[in-house]
């Protein structure tokens, strides 16, 4: 098996945590499919396609993102390829049997496994680059978080939202948003979670002054932990919630900080 990877690279040549764990997907699979791989990361566009359209592989491999969502399109209409987007990996014990890709649908409700039927496949890989050694940074993207702390209108944009961000920093977090954050402008529109911003998926999702609209909820739903802090006992969040505190985040919030930074001064970690 023919395999291309799109390893994306530093400014000084390293490779990006994306690419680099993109690589160790596709190594992983060349073992397993005793395939030959071929770093493509440095071509452009139309470099990749006159290459494909020569000799072309049997799979070309992308870590899922804006710029390469739109060359994987690209590449599939001139090569008559098939693509499966935002990947989680494959499911394909028999290597007789064409890759079964899995991947998310139904707002990430369920999950379904692609079948390509092309001679050429092309997937874009959800790529989660976490790095253990990161503390919180209001840069890291949201969708890469195992710990998320999100706001909601009822936090506000002054000493609720430093509170917030306060909790994010303690417990090594990353900020989130809802839509009416973002739409008031206190946090940028690359934090908002939900059907007109991101889909996120942390270990530990916590939050803050969220009522639970429908659109939001979609968005993290299949958070394996949900935390939910709100002073309205009937916000819709509740019902989704795994551990659920009823009260004012500047009763709860300092509370939460001050425990949290006590476990991280004993454990070095939460």
């Known amino acids: 098996m023919d395999i291309w990877v799109y390893a994306e690279k530093n400014r ?19 073992r397993d499919r005793n395939g030959l791989l071929t770093d493509i990361g440095d071509l ?3 470099d990749i396609l006159d290459s494909a359209k020569k000799k072309p592989p049997e799979v070309i491999l992308f870590a899922s993102g804006e710029k390469t969502k739109s060359l994987a399109a690209i590449l599939a209409v001139e090569l008559d390829a098939g693509v499966s987007a935002d990947c989680f990996g494959i499911q394909c014990t028999d290597k007789k049997i064409r890759l ?32 253990p050694s990161l503390t919180w940074h209001e840069t890291i993207p949201i969708d890469e978080a195992e710990i998320l702390v999100c706001v909601g ?10 509170l917030a961000k ?7 977090a990353a900020v989130g948003a809802t839509r009416a954050v973002t739409d008031a402008g206190w946090l940028p529109l690359s934090k908002q979670i939900g059907q007109t911003g991101k889909y996120v ?8 002054g969220v009522a639970g609209a429908i659109q939001h909820l979609a968005g993290m739903r299949n958070s394996d932990i949900i935390i939910a802090i709100n002073r309205d006992s009937r916000a819709p969040i509740f019902e989704y919630a795994d551990y659920g505190i009823v009260g004012d985040l500047y009763t709860v919030l300092p509370i939460m900080i ?5 476990i991280s001064v004993h454990k070095n970690k939460i």
């Open 12 to 30: 000084d040549g390293s490779l990006t945590r994306e690419a680099a764990r993109l690589w160790e997907f596709a190594e992983s699979l060349r």
């Open 44 to 46: 452009s566009a139309e």
């Open 100 to 131: 079964h890709w899995i991947r998310p649908v139904y707002d990430n409700s369920l999950l379904a496994e692609t079948v390509c039927t092309k001679n050429t496949h092309i997937a874009l890989m959800r790529i989660a680059a976490r790095d």
């Open 153 to 162: 209108r009822g936090c506000g944009n002054g000493p609720g939202m430093a």
């Open 166 to 172: 306060e909790l994010a920093k303690t417990i090594g």
């Open 201 to 208: 998926r942390p270990r530990v999702y916590i939050g803050i």
């Open 258 to 262: 001050e425990d949290f930074a006590s």
